[in-house]
RNA sequence: CGGGGCGUGGCGCAGUCUGGCUAGCGCGUCUGGUUUGGGACCAGAAGGUCGCAGGUUCAAAUCCUGUCGCCCCGACCA
C-alpha cells in the first residue's frame, strides 16, 4: 500500500481527551477515530491490526476443534426474558421497540450470546452423538456502559469472539475447558502479550472453573494479586490470603472502655477523632446471608470480601445488612456495631486474632469501645478467610510475598453448567435413552482489547512498537527524498518486488523531509523499516532498522527483496512458536 | 448516578476572572519559490454561527439561566 493512497491521519500532538498510552497512540498513530463516547471508527491501520488478531484467534479455535459460526447481534427481547437476564443486565442490555405493521417488536442488541447460542444448539442437538460441541463467533457486541472510558478499553459497542462448549458429561466439560484454556495461552502468546491466566471467581460449579486472562498494565482496570515465587495468580475477587505469621506478643491487656465518639461512624472518622490507626480497630459488619442476620469481623484497614463472606457462612447470597435491620440487631444506628454483647454468632477474618486492644463499635448510638480483647469481652465463633487481598500478602500456595498489580482483562474462560441449557431446554438423549442437559462453557476474547493492551505494555516515547504477528504493516520503505529519481526508482522496485514475494509492505512516498517520515514510521510502529536514501544508495545500500532496535544496519540493494522477506518469515515463524513454548 | 475538568477555523491552545476596536497564536491545508538523513525556510492565501438555546447590557467568546457533548475520579461492570 502507498501511504498517499490511503488513510493515516497522523496526530503530532496529544489529542484531548486521551490520558492512557494505548489510547492517545491508537489516536495519534491514525488507527482509530472517535464518533462518540465508547464508539470508535477502525481506520485502515487500526482495522488492520484488528483483523491480524483476529485471525490469530480464529486459527487457534479452529485447531482446538471449535466450529465457527456467525449470531445476530439482534434478539428478540423475549429470549432474554427466558433466562431472567433482561432484568440481570438491567441497562446495560440496549433494548428497543420497532413497528412492523401495526406490532411494536421489542428487540436487544446481544451484549453476549449465551442465549441464542443455547436456544440454537436446543434446536438442532439431540443425541449424545452429537456431543461434544463448541461453537464460536468473531462478533460486535453491544452493551450500554454506564461509563466508557480508557479509548477502546471499555466501549458501548466492541469486538468479541465468543465460544460455547455443550458436553454431555462433566468431565467432557473439563477437556472442553482445558481446550480452550490452551488455546487462549497460544492465541496471547502469539499476540505478543505478556499475559498472566488468574483464576476467578467460579459462580455455580465452584473449583477451579474460571480463569481470566491478564495483561498487567498501570493502566488495567483490573486487579490481580500475583506470586513470583510459585506463580500462583488470581484477581481481587479470588484470592486467598496465606498463612499470616502470628502476633508479636499479646501485650498487657487494656480494660473495655467506653468512649464518646458523636458523629464518628466510620473508621476513618473514629481513627481520626480517637487518634488510633484503623489497623487497631475492628469493624462489625451485619450482613444478611440468605435472609438471616450475620456478624462478620473485619481488622479496620482491610477490605470486606462477599464471595469469602458468603461461603464462609454457607450462604446462598449475602448483602449488607439495610439500616432497619442493624438497628433491630445491635440497637445502634449504622456505624457503630461491635462484637461485645452482640446477639449473633461471631464470624472472624484471620488478622483479626491479631489485633489486641482493639478499637470497636459498642453498639449505642456515638459509643466505641477501647481496649476490646476476643475471648475476655467477646467470643468469636470462627475464623476464615474473610478480606480482600492487599499487596505483600503471604501466598496461599508457598507463603511468598504476592504483588498487587493493575491488569487489563483480555479473555475469560468459564464453565457454566446447566443454567441456560435448563431455561433454554437445551437437551439430549443419552446412550441410555435418557434426557439429559447439555454442560456448557464459556469463553470470551475482547479482540479490541488485545490490540489495545498490546500499545498499552509495548511503547516507547515515540510511539507504538508492534510484534511482526500484530502489525498493520510489516514492512514500511521510507524514500527520503522524492524529488531525487534514483531514490524513487529503488523505492519502488523494492516495493514491487516486496510485494510480489507476499510481504506486507507500506510505501511512504509521500513528499515529505526525511523528519516527518522518521517520526510517523516510528509512531504507527511498523516492525521492520527499510530507508532508501541517498548516503546508503549511493554505495548500493538499503538502511535496515527494527522498530524495537536504536540502530540501523546496511543491506545491499542487490537482492534486497528476498533477504527482507526472510527477515520477516523468520521474525513472524520466532512470535508464532513463542506460542508453542 | 455522585464529584471534578473541558467545549474558541481540521488539530493543539490563548483570550473568559475584570464585557468594548477587525477574535489571536502554533501546527496542518492551498499557491509560488528555495530546500531534503529525525516533525525545513521565505512570500502569499483560504478557513471561525467562540457547543446550543434563552436572558442581562448601548455592547457578550467573556456575565446569568438552562441544555447538549467530551474527558477524568468514584459507584457499577454477564
Not at 225 to 236: D, I, K, M, P, T
Request: glycine content about 8%; some cysteine; aromatic content about 6%.
Amino acid at each position: 500500500m502507498r501511504w498517499s493512497q490511503t488513510l493515516i491521519p497522523t496526530l503530532k500532538e496529544q489529542p484531548q481527551g486521551a490520558e492512557i498510552p494505548s489510547h492517545v497512540l491508537m489516536l495519534r498513530a491514525g488507527l482509530v477515530a472517535q464518533l462518540m463516547a465508547g464508539a470508535y471508527t477502525y481506520l485502515p491501520l487500526g482495522l488492520r491490526a484488528l483483523r491480524k488478531a483476529e485471525q490469530i484467534v480464529r486459527e487457534e479455535m479452529d485447531r482446538a476443534g471449535a466450529i465457527e459460526v456467525h449470531m445476530p447481534a439482534l434478539a428478540p427481547l423475549e429470549l432474554w426474558q427466558r433466562t431472567g437476564r433482561v432484568e440481570a443486565f438491567g441497562n446495560v442490555l440496549i433494548q428497543f421497540q420497532v413497528k412492523r405493521g401495526a406490532r411494536q417488536v421489542a428487540l436487544a442488541l446481544n451484549p453476549t450470546h449465551e442465549e441464542v447460542v443455547t436456544d440454537l444448539v436446543a434446536r438442532f442437538v439431540s443425541s449424545y452423538r452429537q456431543l461434544p460441541i463448541t461453537l464460536y463467533q468473531i462478533q460486535t457486541k453491544f452493551r450500554n456502559e454506564e461509563r466508557p472510558r480508557f479509548g477502546v478499553l471499555r466501549t458501548s459497542e466492541f469486538l468479541m469472539k465468543d465460544a460455547y462448549s455443550f458436553d454431555a458429561t462433566l468431565e467432557g466439560l473439563n477437556v472442553s475447558y482445558q481446550k480452550m484454556y490452551d488455546a487462549y495461552c497460544r492465541i496471547f502468546s502469539r499476540c505478543g502479550l505478556s499475559y498472566l491466566p488468574v483464576e476467578a471467581e467460579s459462580g455455580p460449579i465452584g473449583g477451579d472453573a474460571s480463569h481470566e486472562f491478564m495483561v498487567p498494565a498501570e493502566n488495567g482496570e483490573d486487579r490481580i494479586l500475583h506470586c513470583g515465587a510459585c506463580s500462583y495468580a488470581a484477581n481481587l475477587e479470588r484470592a486467598e490470603v496465606g498463612q499470616r505469621p502470628p502476633a508479636a506478643s499479646p501485650g498487657t491487656q487494656q480494660t473495655l472502655t467506653k468512649v464518646d465518639t458523636p458523629q464518628a461512624g466510620s473508621i476513618e472518622q473514629v481513627s481520626r477523632l480517637l487518634g488510633c490507626r484503623a489497623e487497631q480497630m475492628i469493624k462489625t459488619l451485619i450482613y444478611l446471608a440468605d435472609g438471616k442476620p450475620a456478624a462478620v469481623l473485619i481488622r479496620g484497614d482491610h477490605e470486606a470480601n462477599e464471595n469469602k463472606i458468603r461461603r464462609a457462612l454457607g450462604a446462598q447470597r449475602v448483602e449488607l445488612a439495610p439500616p432497619e435491620v442493624i438497628r433491630q440487631v445491635t440497637g445502634a444506628p449504622v456505624g457503630f456495631a461491635g462484637p461485645v454483647g452482640l446477639p449473633l454468632e461471631l464470624v472472624a477474618d484471620l488478622d483479626v486474632a491479631n489485633v489486641a486492644n482493639a478499637v470497636v463499635g459498642a453498639n449505642e448510638a456515638d459509643q466505641h469501645y477501647t481496649g476490646a480483647n476476643a475471648g475476655r469481652d467477646y467470643q468469636i465463633a470462627r475464623y476464615a478467610d474473610l478480606r480482600n487481598a492487599i499487596d505483600g500478602d503471604p501466598c496461599p500456595r508457598c507463603g511468598g510475598r504476592m504483588q498487587l498489580r493493575a491488569a487489563i482483562e483480555v479473555g475469560h474462560v468459564f464453565k457454566l453448567g446447566t443454567k441456560y441449557s435448563e431455561a433454554l431446554a437445551a437437551r439430549f438423549l443419552d446412550e441410555n435413552e435418557q434426557q439429559q442437559l447439555a454442560i456448557m462453557g464459556c469463553y470470551g476474547i475482547g479482540v479490541n482489547r488485545i490490540v489495545a493492551a498490546l500499545i498499552e505494555t509495548s511503547h516507547d516515547t515515540n510511539g507504538i512498537i508492534w510484534p511482526m504477528t500484530l502489525a498493520p504493516y510489516q514492512v514500511i520503505l521510507s524514500p527520503l527524498n522524492m524529488q531525487q529519481a534514483d531514490v524513487v526508482q529503488a523505492a519502488e522496485e523494492l516495493y514491487n518486488e516486496l510485494n510480489a514475494l507476499g510481504v506486507e509492505v507500506l510505501l511512504d512516498d509521500r513528499d515529505q523531509r526525511p523528519g516527518v517520515k522518521f517520526k510517523d514510521a516510528d509512531l504507527i510502529g511498523i516492525p521492520l523499516r527499510v530507508v532508501i536514501g541517498g548516503r546508503a544508495l549511493a554505495q548500493g545500500q538499503l538502511e535496515l532498522k527494527w522498530r524495537w532496535q536504536a540502530e540501523p544496519s546496511l543491506l545491499p540493494r542487490a537482492g534486497a527483496g528476498q533477504a527482507i522477506a526472510r527477515l520477516v518469515q523468520q521474525e513472524l515463524a520466532a512470535a508464532n512458536a513463542r506460542a508453542e513454548a
